[in-house]
């Protein structure tokens, strides 16, 4: 055994010993949390019904322990978020809530196709809530090893003070493994700063209110700093020999800095735009770039990451009636929409594969089903759902 493996068995075992420790130890320490509940306000007998039965979930460590083997690229990223059949879906729900979502727009000064696609790109506007339990998962990581766990402690507390206030009822809080939660995917203590009752019914339910939900959101961007009236950026052209490590949304320079430099509208015509920005270049010179504005910030800062918040600007747009990403990804393997990542599910299982439901969400199942497909086609064994492995099938 090389020393790097054994230093990979010892911190496996390491990791073991400890989820075995945190797993005895389960009870005293929801013992030690619901005192520090007390303190917060939270009663006996919300934190005992909220708490009975659960357990320790191996599960949530499991994910929180996960290290994705495979990142997936810009275009795929995109592809699964903003498709034709995301756009028509929020269409439907912006015309169902148009109500709500003009009561949010006009409160909080953030314009309702904004508040839409965060929406849509988080829950696919209420459809996908998440399915681990809030209480089980965030008390598991309050009382595991993890370095965070002072962090989801105080995750847990927030939510017994949810159910504690009546807002929600614990049986219906359930969310992703971290503890996000409802139709917009609030992280409890989120919830407890920002989530409002816009629907005026004396409950901030963000998980069976949509309007709620989208007041929520919009108080969350008003809170970031969205200012209405003005978007959040456009697509742009770069000019040849554009040096990417300028890029960046943090890297904002005065318009007239970019218009020098070379970039342009896509049509050739000069930038504008107010106050300094940032151009964005998300596959490298050779794709897609954009520039952004203090808006695309306020998108940012609801997950942190410039593609998420390219998704939930590209998606917005189109929700407008605008056209999406003009040119093209540096890719000669196209991805896929969610609809053909279906197809390619349901092509792979009447092959034998075990890939699950085909709900067009690409898992490791799935990664794997493509690898052992692209090996018999004499194909690269990447494991990714593109253009090239699907029209394979399809051929085959």
Request: with cysteine; proline share 4%.
């Amino acid at each position: 055994m090389t020393s790097r493996a054994k230093t990979t068995a010892l911190l496996c075992l390491a990791s073991l010993a400890a989820t075995g420790s945190a797993r005895a130890d389960f009870q005293s320490c929801l013992a030690g949390i619901q005192a520090q509940a007390a303190g917060a306000g939270v009663s006996a007998q919300t934190f005992r019904a909220a708490t009975v039965g659960i357990s320790y979930d191996d599960k949530v460590i499991e994910l929180s322990q996960a290290q994705p083997e495979f990142k997936t690229p810009i275009w795929d990223y995109m592809a699964a978020l903003v498709d034709d059949e995301r756009v028509d879906d929020g269409k439907a729900a912006m015309r169902q809530h148009a109500q709500a979502l003009a009561a949010a727009e006009a409160k909080y000064g953030v314009d309702r196709y904004t508040i839409a696609a965060v929406w849509g790109v988080e829950s696919n506007f209420g459809k996908n809530l998440g399915k681990m339990p809030l209480v089980q998962s965030l008390a598991t990581l309050a009382c595991s090893g993890n370095r965070r766990r002072d962090f989801f402690r105080g995750e847990l507390i927030a939510t017994l003070k949810i159910i504690e206030r009546g807002d929600i009822d614990a049986s219906r809080l359930y969310g992703s493994w971290a503890g996000a939660f409802g139709q917009t995917q609030f992280m409890p203590s989120t919830y407890q700063r920002l989530a409002v009752d816009l629907d005026g019914d004396g409950r901030r339910d963000v998980v069976d209110s949509a309007a709620d939900a989208v007041g929520s959101t919009a108080n969350f961007l008003r809170v970031a700093k969205w200012s209405n009236g003005h978007g959040w950026g456009y697509e742009v052209r770069l000019p040849r020999g554009f040096n990417v490590a300028a890029a960046g949304r943090r890297n904002k320079k005065p318009v007239a800095h970019w218009s020098s430099l070379g970039v342009t509208r896509l049509d050739g015509r000069p930038l504008a735009a107010e106050g300094p920005v940032g151009i964005l270049a998300p596959a490298g010179a050779d794709g897609p770039a954009f520039l952004v504005t203090r808006n695309f910030d306020a998108i940012y800062s609801y997950n942190a990451a410039e593609s998420y918040g390219l998704a939930i600007a590209v998606l917005s747009d189109r929700l407008r009636g605008r056209p999406g990403i003009q040119a093209e990804w540096p890719t000669d393997d196209p991805p896929l929409s969610r609809a053909e990542r279906r197809d390619l599910q349901a092509r792979l299982a009447r092959r034998g594969y075990d890939v699950g439901e085909p709900d067009g969400k690409v898992g490791a199942k799935t990664r794997e089903a493509i690898k052992e497909i692209e090996a018999q086609l004499g194909m690269p064994r990447t494991g990714r759902p593109g253009a090239k492995v699907l029209e394979a099938l399809r051929r085959g």
